[in-house]
């Protein structure tokens, strides 16, 4: 069910945000990406050991097995040719993020997560594990107990009772860094800027903020790239540092975030409203059963019958007149109109797509 409470609070908000001068300025390093200053994406394959009876059981999780027999033969126990029955292992993939320039013996967290059977890995220590990147070289090792901040409760009777999902944790500092991402920013004679929210006007902010501080330092290649290169003989690390924190003025197209399920409308400034009249009414029809006993006379061999009567009534609300926007109004004059009639959530909802469907809504709408 829609809340008109949460609705009304962001319909204000978005009329206060409307009135308010435009001059919201942001870092550059807040709206752009630097080429090569990313995450990247790691994965591997390991066990984890030491659960309490929660493993994979290894009749169904063969991978489990064969994953357990090859550890002990490496380690110099031959197990292949015996029965070998425990829950106390797990097979799982462990996944991780090397952050950018990320120093070799630097650690960070990793998360784990079962692939078979297991019932939880809470408190299981996760063996050696190489962490491997998109071109197949390990970059991490991780190693260490996993934590899934999980809770399960199991009865006698076979009832159990769980919170969260315990069949997958993180283990914090989890993985160590052994090779280093082989990128020299420092020597680099040019570098790419992506918009995180491509727009032609704010990437031509962008290349006029730094050509007014450093000229001919940028140039703005289409809507979502900007290109930059150090001037005055520094290398990029240094320039790249004073460019992040100029200040620009973003841009951003006019549109209309409907969240239907929770009740949230959220629209733009820019949001523009041509000249359109806007009437809404509430219908009600209410239909309601009262049965009734037919009791035959005495003595007339007849049977007592329950005899439906329906009652239908159309109730239509009255007394509200059109509510006209002039042509060009503003976000806060079409919140302004829309909280006048009083509409409930899922009324201001399809008022705004009505007025899409009439070419009188000068924005996108994105139904979420």
């Not at 290649?221 to 004073?242: C, R």
């Not at 035959?296 to 049977?303: C, I, R, T, V, W």
Request: net charge neutral; aromatic share 4%; glycine share 8%.
């Amino acid at each position: 069910m829609l809340r008109p409470v949460r609705l009304f609070a962001a319909a204000l908000l978005a009329a206060s945000l409307a009135a308010a001068p435009a001059f919201a300025r942001s870092r550059i390093k807040d709206i752009v990406e630097f080429e090569g200053v990313r995450e990247n994406m790691l994965v591997g394959y390991g066990i984890v050991v030491g659960l309490n009876g929660t493993g994979d059981a290894l009749r169904n999780a063969p991978m489990t097995k064969q994953s357990l027999e090859a550890m002990l033969e490496r380690l110099g126990v031959n197990t292949r040719d015996a029965n070998l029955n425990t829950k106390n292992v797990a097979a799982v993939m462990v996944t991780a993020r090397l952050p950018s320039f990320a120093a070799a013996g630097s650690q960070m967290d990793v998360t784990v997560s079962a692939l078979g059977d297991a019932k939880s890995l809470l408190g299981g220590t996760l063996l050696v594990t190489p962490l491997l990147g998109a071109d197949g070289q390990a970059y991490a090792v991780a190693q260490g107990t996993v934590q899934t901040g999980a809770v399960t409760a199991t009865g006698a009777s076979g009832s159990s009772v769980s919170k969260g999902v315990p069949t997958a944790g993180r283990i914090a500092s989890g993985a160590v860094v052994e090779r280093e991402i082989g990128f020299q920013l420092a020597g680099m004679s040019q570098l790419r800027m992506t918009l995180r929210n491509p727009d032609f006007t704010t990437a031509r902010r962008i290349a006029e903020v730094i050509n007014a501080s450093y000229p001919g330092a940028a140039v703005a290649e289409n809507p979502t790239i900007v290109q930059i290169h150090p001037v005055n003989g520094q290398d990029m690390t240094s320039f790249v540092a004073q460019v992040e924190n100029l200040s620009v003025e973003p841009d951003a197209p006019a549109k209309v975030v409907i969240d239907e399920v929770a009740g949230v409308i959220v629209m733009g400034e820019n949001v523009r409203i041509s000249t359109v009249a806007i009437q809404q009414g509430n219908l009600t029809i209410t239909v309601q059963e009262t049965p009734a006993v037919s009791q035959p006379a005495p003595f007339s061999k007849g049977q007592t019958t329950v005899v439906p009567q329906s009652s239908v009534s159309v109730d239509e609300e009255k007394g509200r007149q059109f509510l006209t926007i002039r042509n060009g109004a503003s976000l806060s004059t079409l919140v302004s109109g829309l909280n006048a009639l009083g509409v409930t959530p899922r009324d201001m909802i399809s008022i705004l797509q009505t007025i899409k469907a009439a070419g009188a809504l000068q924005a996108d709408i994105e139904v979420m």
